[in-house]
């Protein structure tokens, strides 16, 4: 097999980026490691930045986000029982975020995808990348994991296999610094099927901790709140999880949380995670294989998207102009935008969490810094302009 650019793995940038690089005319195949079924019921929640949702429409496949999704003006954060609405659109010049589940985002991507023809490998195994500080990178594989083994012999591979795929392993240890943070707390999720029971996200540090409250369809509901990453979730029941949901979002104005009956329950652990350099030779790494942010600030999926785009433009540059300026500067440059959202995601998950490693004063200062996004316009805008996604360079 033969392409111009191989890519490993089929979420949010490796898709994102088979259909840029389609509409460049630049040749791609993907691979990945898991079945479309389970890519597709991969459930994340998914807040997409303005111009994520732009990319997803100027790319043809944002007919379905744009029909069912839910476009938010703003934010509430609460502590003390008491609510403020933070107005993004208000602070951002109009733009706004739109709530759609990641796992929706990848079905629109891997249908539109296929659609065009496009190679998706899926249910691949032992998935090697070789040659990369030659002109000659190779990606080996086997089929279901156990077929034949096959290459793909490629001008460049894109590492967009996650955290613990072979793409940021093929980069050599001695060239690879890597920073993390591993949270003491992590999220118990649930999905409820029960009416909205507030018009925005709401983002709460209240009673032990923090809770998020989020709509993911009419009549399905995804909360969040803080507990101990390595409790079990069979600990939980039911009236145990809303208990402490009504604690945290409880405020003293007569409103009341909706509840309804539990569908899917589990705990995630919290942590911040960056790569640096993010390519080496012929490859290069995107999303999660270069980069982890808390849930808490919603980047994600948006960092994945951002990567790809600059790598994109790239391409684009090489292929079009025989200049590897942009390439050669693909980490830097991508580097700049994922310390801003690592600092972005810490600044949030800091705020709104209790951590018992902390100070009583340390606990104050970030009452103090939700008081000041309520009392400071500047403060709000940095959030809100954070929040909507910043600039490119």
């Known amino acids: 097999m033969k392409t111009q650019v191989g890519i490993i793995g089929a ?3 490796g898709l994102f980026l088979s259909h840029l690089l389609h509409r460049l005319g630049i040749g791609c195949i993907i691979i990945e490691s898991r079945s479309r079924h389970d890519v597709e019921q991969t459930v994340r929640a998914g807040v997409l930045e303005h111009w994520v949702v732009a990319l997803m429409n100027d790319l043809g496949l944002g007919e379905r986000m744009m029909r069912e999704a839910h476009v938010h003006d703003g934010i509430t954060l609460q502590w003390n029982r008491e609510r403020h609405h933070v107005d993004i659109k208000g602070l951002t010049g109009g733009k706004r975020n ?4 990641q796992h929706e985002v990848l079905k629109d991507l891997i249908a539109g995808r296929l659609a065009q023809g496009g190679e998706i490998v899926f249910g691949v195994g032992g998935t090697t990348i070789r040659d990369i500080d030659t002109d000659h990178p190779a990606i080996d594989f086997r089929r279901d994991g156990t077929g034949a083994l096959e290459t793909i012999l490629c001008d460049y591979v894109v590492g967009a296999d996650g955290f613990y795929g072979p793409g940021r392993q093929a980069i050599p240890a001695v060239h690879r610094n890597e920073y993390q943070k591993i949270y003491p707390f992590g999220w118990l999720g649930i999905l409820t099927r029960a009416p909205r029971s507030w018009e925005e996200i709401i983002y709460a540090n209240q009673g032990d901790g923090f809770a998020l409250l989020s709509t993911r369809s009419p009549d399905v509901q995804r909360l969040y709140f803080q507990c101990d990453p390595n409790d079990d979730i069979a600990n939980w029941s039911d009236a145990r999880i809303w208990e402490q949901l009504q604690a945290r979002l409880g405020t003293d104005d007569g409103w009341t949380l909706t509840e309804g009956p539990i569908f899917q329950k589990g705990i995630i652990p919290l942590r911040s995670f960056v790569c ?3 390519q080496y030779g012929r490859l290069f790494i995107a999303g999660d294989a270069a980069h982890i942010v808390p849930p808490t600030g ?3 999926l948006n960092l994945a998207v951002a990567d790809v785009l600059v790598l994109s433009r790239a391409l684009e540059a090489h ?3 025989d200049s590897r ?6 980490s830097a440059t991508c580097l700049r935008r994922v310390w801003k959202a690592e600092r972005f995601s810490w600044y949030m998950t800091t705020m709104l969490h209790r951590n018992e490693r902390e100070t009583d004063f340390e606990q104050r200062i970030h009452f103090a810094d939700l008081d000041l996004v309520r009392t400071s316009e500047a403060s709000a805008r940095s959030l809100a302009e954070n929040y ?4 490119f360079d």
Do not use: F, I
């Not at 739109?98 to 589940?101: G, H, L, N, P, S």
């Open 11 to 13: 979420g949010p940038a």
């Open 98 to 101: 739109v709530v759609y589940a």
């Open 276 to 278: 640096e350099p993010m």
């Open 298 to 300: 919603a980047k994600g």
């Open 319 to 321: 292929y079009k102009n």
């Open 325 to 330: 300026d942009l390439l050669d500067r693909y």
């Open 388 to 391: 909507v996604g910043l600039p």
